[in-house]
């Protein structure tokens, strides 16, 4: 192995990316949409509450006007609630308060004598002509039974019609702790919730975990698994597209086949990297609490990242990459076109993906079953691993044995790819089939023993 020729085309690769116009475009593009996307969430949770015109049927007789008395409450705190609100919430719950109180309800009593069906259809064709965004019913025989039917043309709404059950369930509380003879305003403290307040406990002390952690860990999962398929993709187009335009034969004169393969995964791993050096110096350089300012009171939401989550980001984005560009190199080399290796590149989508499909199961426990196994299975270590590691401590050795596998199943892949690379990298033409690919891994030059080496078409 000549590692000078190895670094010579880690150079080419390298450079003939990052001096294109589109690699800086993307680059520099990239962070500021996250800020547009970051602000316009928040503008539209404080903008899309909207008008709700709901007819209320109240059989009963009586709940309308506490009803109305208590959606206007709910929207419209008083400065004791103010006070007692939290001080510093975290960007969700915010949001979602915002929201909750930027619906304006128009609560309409209409007639509740005569035949129900009678009324719920004409209340239904309202709802059909917009006139009315939804209707419900309190009909004492459901309410005996805990329920109170709601109809509108979407039932997806799930803030405004929580924020309804609410204060339906208020209202339905006074009324009876006024039956027992109890006072009205007890139903106040009933209802005040206590908040939850998580601290975090390492072995440099205690701090409390406000959520903005847990984000930055699940941006940079994401992240690593966009970049996976990414520039794994991007290796797998390389490969072809070099075969197609006949670059590799020329190529090849000078280099060995594995040599040309281990400088272009090194050298698309490095763009990788130099993208996210760019992206950590744009966000370092930016003004956050400016901008959380702009879109936020206080700059609390900004995620504060710890260095120990950037380290085990690198480690496990390395090591992740190199495999996965192995089996990317490996799905190229025998094939002609994208059609043709389209169909095997699934094989390393779906281990890719199968990461996600567990990682609510990590989240919610890091240390569980789940998470242990597939934080140690190679090809869903990358990603599972780091996110163990971002959520709590995991023990040393588990840290140790994931990284030892993944590094073991890397080498060989990359051997397996290697020798697929050698011969498929100058085979044109005819579609090779399994065996024939077989054939070419178990293939040693010099040996008459073996079938002789294909040649190129």
Known sequence: MN?????????????????????????????????????????????AGGERRVAVVDRTGHLFAPLQAEITRLTTPSATEERIRPAEPDEVERSASEYRRNIRWQLENRPASG?????KEELRKEVVAKKIHAYVVLDPALLAKGRVEYYSTTVSEFSAMNQLERAINQVLLREKIAARGL??????????????????????????????????????FFLMYSTFFMYGYQVMRGVIEEKNNRIVEVIIASVRPTELMLGKIFGIGLVGLTQYLVWALVATNLSLPAI????????????????????????????????????????????????????????PMVMIISSVAVYPAVLNNPSGGIAVVFSLLPFTAPLIMF???????????????????????????????????????????????IPEIVRWVRYKPGKVSQPSAPTAA
Do not use: H
């Open 3 to 47: 590692w000078k020729k190895v670094l010579a085309v880690v150079r080419r690769e390298y450079v003939e990316r990052i001096r294109t116009k589109a690699f800086w475009i993307g680059t520099l593009i990239i962070p500021f949409l996250f800020i547009a996307l970051i602000g316009i969430q928040i503008a539209v949770a404080r903008k």
């Open 183 to 220: 006072p009205v305003d007890i139903a106040n403290d009933l209802e005040k919730r206590i908040d939850l307040r998580p601290f975090k406990v390492t072995a440099q002390g205690t701090a409390e975990e406000k959520g903005a952690g847990i984000v930055a860990a699940l941006v940079f």
């Open 292 to 347: 959380a300012g702009a879109f936020a009171s206080g700059s609390d939401m900004i995620p504060k990242v710890p260095a120990s989550l950037i380290g085990y980001f690198i480690l496990f984005f390395i090591c992740g990459y190199f495999m996965y560009a192995s089996i990317y190199t490996a799905i190229a080399a025998p094939f002609n076109t994208d059609q043709e290796a389209q169909q095997f590149a699934m094989i």
């Open 387 to 433: 996110l163990r590691t971002s959520l709590s401590p995991v023990p040393g050795w588990q840290i140790l044995v994931s990284i030892a596998l993944l590094a073991a199943t890397t080498v060989a892949l990359a051997w397996f790819a290697g020798r697929i690379y050698r011969i498929g990298i100058l085979m044109y033409g005819k579609k090779p089939t």
């Open 115 to 119: 035949d129900l069906e009678n009324v």
